[in-house]
């Protein structure tokens, strides 16, 4: 219970801290930043450790299904004796089979974490070069198939089916129809820079531009709508923080921390050249 | 040469070959690999490099510290979380009851706990920050200089309206008015004569209003003045025009692209 | 006239702080002083809805969760709303997550849904396989071998154990799927390395900003309908009935969206009187 109150005023001291940042910039919200930074580094490295490396390289290298005295577990054994969680006594049980190719990435991996020394900072370059071949040969595949192909597949609609109305606002129609296609083709044309767009063209680019303006603005509206969202989110925690079961902890936060800006902008005040932007 | 440059490129073509005429080949042990092994590699690289990034950032970090840069007293807030973070993820659990390895996901952890109060509200406060930003900026900047950006403007404020609850309790006659309202204002811009623009106002009111009375003031008709309807129509017609030819454009790129990594012609992952 | 126009220009150089407080104000006063504004769902949740309802119940569902707590007020709600629906039609559910942060949340979805609310039996009902590195790789490795990929699930379990996996190998083994998902990886890899290539269907709930990227595989057929950020969410929970944070944060989030549409009229009035006056002079 402790930990679950001490923990509501940490996050909504760090919630306030960067929230201070709409005043202005201060030491609130430099200390919250720093923080940030240097949490999600650790909990990142932390969290791809445990859920792959040690489970899934570590568990294929050295697995407890196949332990055995040679040499190669007496590896094992050495690095269990600097760290018994990572390599529990008698292999690492995750269900895997031995797999020695898995010494590939490994090597890859340390190749990389070797680079950052400054005169070995070409060794990343390999594994790099294994990441960036595979996600190319991946959506080289994956964006032809469903966003080119997918898509066109998709634009070709029926313009006569004698079972569609005319016009309709919801659902399928002729005329709505028309537009998708023709707003296809002339947004894809507006994109075509091979030849100058005047003239006859020209005309038709600039209907695809504004095909183009009405998705950009669909898209503005939606952009502000995921950060009213994210917003509401965050007051409805604030809001939640504030009860007597957290001891207060949103009012009195914000009381300390309004305080101690105002009482810095006063000072500021008082001596102009010390002013933030 | 031979270690920087040319076994980097051959990497590429190898694998970049092999993953794509993977969706293409039946082979058993080819499949097997690529559909398997090659992206577990892939995933361990990818563990590499997150801890690549980490190592990097507390490198920087020291360095400020260390060479008393400014600012650097905040540094040792960046090296102090990541500390924290590094103690509950490996040496800590906080609860003795969870093994290592499920410590990271389970209750009662430490781990769990920066999560919860540290990480969660931090990451969803700096999201939540752009909110005050884009309203600022929409204030400030937004201006409708030409018909393009009006239209983009319209289409948005009409996405906006019309997708929450408030657009639904609009009135489609009042959107006619609105309407009205704002032809009036164009015809007195245009012509500049007050008599012109009050026979417009004049007569729209009186036939919008002889229309919603015969028809019963109904919420939502006519359907193309009534928000959400006309949302939708937007959203699911022009906009999907608009963002498929995008999208087809960026499919195509990223083909291309693609390709020329595979051919040894795109060669920016190592430095050329 | 004049005295207005004055007023509008010097409103449009107002200091940007007096502009974020009223958006706060307009966020904070609807979420204590609700005004209960009807939901109203639209075509593309109906959607959604209903393709999940056709399903025949006991069918193997996979929900993937790649959302974080920096977009959960928009994603979590649709995701405790889509497991109640699940769960409610007795329906498997296999949980994976292509982002680390999703674990954590995933959990706490099943925990309150599965465990607390429908009184389910993990690894009989419901299982957490957690989350795997590699974003576009992890949904390829799903595809061909899921038991390559997930050897042991969230809580160390191994996979041969779990009750419920028996049968399931590959992607195509699941009936339906459902991305939750806040960016990349998510919706659009599903699509392009799993759905597509595999006619399994799937629906998707999404963060408002990559609703318009996902619309035209909507369009196409080859997502099922969508759940649009918090609005989506709200109306999901209104057609099961089960009304949530998503429909607790509509008002606040249909003033503000009224206050933001009134500060870009506002601004393009000042703009029209500021033109105006520089072509009189």
Known sequence: MFGEIFGAWVAVFLTFAIFSFLYKDNPFYKIAEHIFVGVSAGYWTSMFFWTQIQPNLFGRLWPSAQYSDGFWYGIYNFFGMISSSIFPEGGIDKGHDMHLTYLIPFALGIMMLLSLFKKLSWFARWGIAYTVGMAAGLRAYGYLNSNVLGQIRGTIIPLADPDLPMFSLLGASHFNNLIILVGTVTGLLYFFFSKEHKGNFGKVTRVGIYFLMISFGASFGFAVMGRISLLIGRFVELITYSSAQYHHATLWVLVIMVGLLGYSAYNDKDNPETEGS | MLWKRHIPILIVAVIGSLTLFGWFIDEPNIKAFVNDDATQWFDILASFAIFLGGFNLLKMQLQKVLRKKQGWQYSLFAIGGFILAIIAGFFYKGNPDVAWGTHVTADGTLFKWIFMYIFAPLGATMFALLAFFVASASYRAFRIRNFEATLLLVSGIIIMIGRVPLGSSISSWFILYLLVLIGGIAINSVFKNKQYTAIFVSVGIIIVTSAGSSMGWPLDQPGIFYLPHLQEWIYMNPNVAGTRSIMMGIGLGIFATSIRYILGIEKSYIGE | ?281
């Open chain 3, 1 to 281: 006239m004049k005295y207005i126009s004055d007023l509008i220009l010097k409103m449009s150089s107002v200091d940007r702080r007096w502009i974020f407080l009223v958006i706060a104000l307009s966020v904070i006063l609807p979420l204590y002083f609700p005004l209960g504004l009807p939901i109203r769902p639209t075509p593309t949740t109906q959607q959604v809805y209903d393709t999940i309802d056709a399903l025949p119940h006991g069918s193997k569902i996979l929900v993937s969760c790649e959302y974080g707590p920096s977009t959960k007020p928009e994603i979590h709600p649709m995701v405790l709303s889509v497991l109640r629906h699940l769960f409610k039609n007795e329906h498997k559910v296999y949980v994976t997550c292509l982002w680390p942060d999703g674990q954590f949340l995933a959990s706490e979805a099943l925990d309150l849904v599965g465990r607390d609310e429908y009184g389910l039996t993990y690894g009989e009902d419901y299982v957490l396989l957690g989350f795997r590195p590699g974003n576009e790789a992890v949904v390829k490795g799903i595809v061909s071998d899921i038991r390559k990929l997930y050897t042991i699930d969230a809580k160390g379990t191994k996979v041969t154990e779990i009750p419920m996996m028996n049968g399931v190998n590959r992607f195509e083994d699941f009936d339906f799927l459902f991305s939750a998902s806040a960016g990349y990886p998510g919706t659009i890899e599903w699509v392009q390395y799993a759905a597509d290539p595999t006619n399994v269907p799937m629906s998707t709930g999404t963060t408002s900003i990559q609703v318009n990227e996902v619309m035209p595989y909507v369009a196409a057929g080859q997502v099922q309908g969508i759940l649009a950020g918090m609005p989506g969410a709200a109306e999901y929970e209104a057609l099961i009935g089960v009304p949530g944070i998503g429909t607790s944060g509509m008002d606040a989030q249909s003033i503000a969206h009224l206050v933001i549409v009134l500060f870009i009229v506002l601004g393009n009035v000042g703009y029209l009187i500021e033109r105006n006056r520089s072509k009189k002079y």
